[in-house]
């Protein structure tokens, strides 16, 4: 028998989610592609530029994996890439100052602000699917969240220990 979890997400509905499913907005990509952001903007002044095997194991993540990810954040102007003895990652002012909306876009574009909740190609008010007015208030929450949360809001709490990259 398989139970199912009731989830009170605040202001909009109950959702109910089988318990074996961990309840995840961001997909690895975007997970990892946030935390090495966190990890670099948390570094103290004077020594904001790590390496990649250090990102990696700061934010639990394969090296290459994380490579290919820090490689991408680069191109997009959100990071800068120092070559020789004394290189490596850093977050330049851009990427500093940057809403979560711009770095998630990078990875996967609008489709989480977008997307249907079913998966379907045409989803919207005229041709709705089966749960599209209760995920949209949810969408449209989730976006206003990210729109005003930048990487210095979130790095804020780490350093503290308020909240973490890793378990």
């Keep these: 028998m398989q139970i ?5 997400i605040p202001y909009y509905f109950y959702v109910t989610i089988h318990t074996s499913i961990s309840p995840k907005i961001f997909s690895k990509t975007r997970q990892y592609e946030i935390n090495s952001m966190i990890f670099l903007a948390t570094l103290p002044e004077g020594q904001e530029r790590s390496g990649l095997k250090e990102i990696s194991f ?10 290919k990810t820090l490689r991408v954040l680069v191109r997009e102007s959100l990071l ?6 004394h290189g490596g990652f850093e977050i330049n002012e851009e990427g500093r100052k940057a809403p979560l909306y711009r770095i998630v876009q990078v990875i996967d574009g609008d489709s ?7 998966g379907l190609k045409e989803c919207s008010e005229k041709h709705p699917c089966a749960v599209h007015h209760k995920f949209k208030a949810l969408r449209d929450h989730l976006t206003g969240m990210i729109m005003i949360t930048t990487l210095q809001d979130m790095a804020q709490g780490i350093n503290p220990g308020v909240s973490f990259l890793k378990t």
Excluded: R, Y
């Design 4 to 8: 199912l979890q009731d989830i009170f």
């Design 58 to 67: 700061a934010i639990n993540s394969p090296e290459a994996f994380t490579a």
């Design 80 to 85: 800068l890439s120092i070559k020789g003895p």
């Design 112 to 118: 989480i602000f977008t997307g249907c909740a079913l």
